[in-house]
């Protein structure tokens, strides 16, 4: 009998579900009645204070195109997991405990980066963990792809697209505003006239010039496509302590809205911010996405079939594989400026900042 638990940890995205799906699917079809899974509800916190219920294989059925998740999400960082939660609670004794308690041969951590640390700390701590690279930023470390990046693209571009008519029709200055506090790969993949993005500190006046030669050249509008955690030359600069001071006496409600009072006050033109936000983890995962999904879902399963453990699944050059959780725990995968994408883009007139 092998009994696995499974949890999904950190914010949510489209294709949570589907890769539960391929797990569950790949377990039940290949072991039938010799499998036991247990969902842990609400992330670490469901393995924390032992909430928990057994899923059966008609928990894995229908819901491929359903997008969230099942067992329900939450944060719990990775910096206070060895802090002792109101209660005085060891909360990473406590999920060791719980693990036990349940005899599991292994637990399926379904997750992001920080999701990722703690898994690793889980297996550092003599667990069997299987780590499932779950973000729509994809900037995990060891894979080229993570599931729930397709589907967030799509949804970004599509606000872009949508931006592009009415910007045309009042020529004007539109900010989309993309996630990604760390990395720019949304936002790169979504495309813009001007992508600024974490890994490229932009010039205001290198943006100014952009909008200038797009205006010089008869097009009357430009968008701007700027990641969450944009940041400029000058800012760049300062040292961590300065920048959060910064932030702290902050009177904008983001970078996007601060680019665009300093594009109005600097050029005179008319700028509009527009933030599509959690609408990029929301809805259905895109074919593409429900594809990835359950073939990392099934590479999960058959990780568990074959007993080998303290790895994340991932994708390489096309293929999945098994990539041991201490190669990837703790990195990130940022965008190069020497990147082939950034080189094109660059190559056919579009502009970062820089």
């Not at 949508?162 to 720019?184: D, L, Q, W, Y």
């Not at 760049?236 to 601060?258: G, I, M, Q, R």
């Amino acid at each position: 009998m092998k009994r696995v638990g499974i949890l999904t940890s950190g914010g949510d995205c489209q294709a949570l579900n589907a890769t539960m799906r391929g797990v569950g699917k790949g377990l039940y079809n290949e072991l039938g009645s010799d499998v036991e899974i247990y969902g842990f509800e609400e992330g670490y916190k469901g393995l924390i204070y032992n909430e928990y219920r057994l899923l059966t294989a008609r928990d894995f059925s229908g819901i491929l195109t359903r997008g969230g998740t099942i067992l329900g999400s939450s944060r719990q960082s990775f910096k206070n997991m060895r802090i002792p939660d109101e209660n005085g609670l060891d909360k990473v004794e406590a999920m060791k405990h719980t693990y036990h308690k349940l005899r599991l041969d292994c637990l399926v951590i379904l997750g992001g980066n920080g999701t990722q640390k703690t898994a690793n700390l889980l297996r550092e701590e003599g667990l069997n963990v299987v780590h499932l690279p779950k973000t729509i930023d994809n900037d995990i470390y060891g894979t080229d792809v993570t599931f729930g990046f397709q589907s967030a693209i799509n949804i970004a571009t599509e606000a872009i697209d949508c931006i592009h008519t009415t910007a045309a029709s009042h020529n004007r200055i539109f900010i989309v505003e993309v996630m990604g506090h760390k990395v720019g790969w949304l936002t790169l993949a979504s495309g813009a006239d001007i992508i600024l993005l974490p890994e490229i500190p932009y010039d205001i006046d290198s943006v100014l010039g952009a909008i200038e030669k797009r205006s010089k050249a008869g097009k009357g509008f430009t968008i701007l496509a700027v990641a969450e955690g944009a940041i400029s030359k000058e800012d760049a600069k300062l040292s961590k302590k300065e920048y959060k001071e910064k932030l702290k006496n902050y009177k904008f409600p983001s970078v996007s809205y601060e680019l665009a009072d300093m594009i109005e006050k600097k050029s005179g033109a008319e700028v509009r911010v527009v933030v599509p936000g959690h609408t990029q983890r929301g809805g259905s995962p895109c074919p593409y996405d429900r594809v990835l999904s359950t073939r990392i879902g099934a590479g999960a399963a058959q990780a568990i079939m074959d007993g080998e453990y303290g790895i994340m699944i991932g994708v390489v050059n096309g293929k999945i594989k098994r990539v041991p959780l201490e190669e990837c725990a703790g990195k990130l995968k940022m965008v190069s400026p020497k990147d082939q994408l950034v080189v094109a883009a660059k190559q056919i007139g579009i502009s970062f900042g820089d």
